[in-house]
């Protein structure tokens, strides 16, 4: 017995020094590589260091969710290149995840044109290169709108042209937050009503209860946001000016191709996932519910979507980091995301491209590692205890 557990702690002291000496190389070779780059640049003439970010950055972006001229900073550049990195992904993942779930389910469906559907629809966009795709929601589509002067006005708030889309926005007034105060008051206590409703046995009454407190209230709030209206919000809508429509909330094409473009393109792979999850539901589970009288919207709804989701999860954080790594396509059609500001335009003005590679990769890692920790947390609370 004794001569077991020497021979296992030999054997996992030998596997610790390979490692550490793995971890050692590697090291001395990334320490050699950046010594060695940072030594040609300067030879070369290339300035180092991060002190450009606070120099003047001189050129426009188009899109800011921020405030932003050209004589901000370069640190505020990548501030909004940043910003409208996380918007274009933080609306294509929500629209590729609901196209893909419904192409999903009605690859399963016993209705045989809408599984025909399903599967047109998965093997066009998932064998057509998502660049290409881009390309055409962007040169094909979104270019042949009519010009400013032609433009498609719906009902006096929304205007679209080969502009992009012009949009009503809101701005808040004062009074604003008590009412975001209050609406936000009323749902929490309404979600620990129903929480607590769900651990007794008048659970349905109590639910019910509390639901028709939150509808009441939220109507009550609504009224009062409709009598003080200018109070609280006002509308500005889009109207025509010298050089084209202005105010309201814009869209630009870049955005919008690239918003289809990738939605479109990686709800194929969500809807795979999600026929796969939905499949590896045991078939009694199933026949159970037609059983009991469920239809299938019923069946997909309270079965086997419930029980397919341990097996959805895991695979569907590769699509989602994927759609992040993919809005860097956005410089090939001048979407000003962090790649095509940061490392296209910045990079060309100040010339050092080893800081903004760094700047550059540290960041995408870090948005991904953040992705797959979320993914991660969500899967192991919902997987079978044992």
């Not at 020497?6 to 320490?31: C, D, F, H, K, P």
């Not at 009550?220 to 909330?249: D, E, M, T």
């Not at 997909?300 to 419930?306: D, G, H, S, W, Y």
């Amino acid at each position: 017995m004794s001569g077991l557990r020497s021979s296992r702690r030999a054997l996992e002291l030998r596997t610790l020094l390979i490692q550490t000496l793995i971890a050692a190389v590697l090291a001395v070779g990334l320490l050699w590589l950046f010594t060695t780059t940072r030594h040609n640049l300067e030879r070369l003439g290339v300035q180092s260091g991060f002190h450009f970010l606070t120099q003047r950055a001189g050129f426009a972006i188009p899109q800011t969710l921020i405030s932003y001229s050209e004589d901000s900073t370069i640190l505020r550049a990548f501030v909004v290149a940043l910003l409208n990195t996380v918007t274009l992904v933080a609306a294509s993942i929500p629209l590729a995840s609901v196209l893909g779930l419904a192409v999903g389910i009605a690859r399963i469906s016993p209705n045989i044109l809408v599984a025909r559907l399903g599967t047109f629809y998965v093997e066009t966009f998932r064998n057509v290169p998502v660049l290409l795709q881009i390309f055409f929601w962007y040169y094909v589509v979104l270019r042949s709108l009519p010009v400013s002067a032609e433009s498609i006005i719906l009902g006096g708030w929304v205007v679209l042209n080969n502009r992009g889309i012009y949009l009503p926005s809101v701005t808040w007034g004062p009074g604003a937050i008590w009412l975001a105060v209050t609406w936000l008051g009323a749902l929490t206590i309404v979600l620990y009503s129903l929480r607590r409703a769900a651990r007794s046995r008048m659970s349905s009454r109590r639910q019910r209860t509390a639901t028709s407190a939150f509808l009441c209230l939220t109507a009550a709030l609504c009224v009062a946001a409709i009598v003080y209206f200018n109070r609280i919000f006002q509308v500005s809508v889009p109207h025509a000016g010298r050089f084209g429509y202005s105010s309201g909330f814009y869209l630009m094409p870049e955005f919008l191709a690239m918003w289809a473009g990738l939605s479109m393109y990686n709800a194929s792979y969500i809807a795979e996932i999600v026929r796969s999850g939905l499949l590896s539901v045991p078939p009694g589970q199933i026949e159970a519910g037609r059983a009991l009288g469920l239809k299938f919207p019923q069946i997909v709804r309270l079965i086997t979507l419930p029980l397919a989701l341990r097996v959805i999860i895991p695979p569907l954080a590769t699509v989602y980091m994927n759609i992040f790594k993919s809005s860097s396509l956005g410089a090939a059609i001048a979407y000003p995301e962090i790649v095509s500001v940061f490392v296209g335009t910045i990079n060309n003005i100040v010339g050092q491209p080893l800081e903004i590679m760094a700047v550059t990769l540290v960041f995408y890692v870090c948005v991904s590692l953040l992705i797959s920790l979320l993914l991660n947390r969500y899967n192991s609370r919902i997987q079978l205890k044992k």
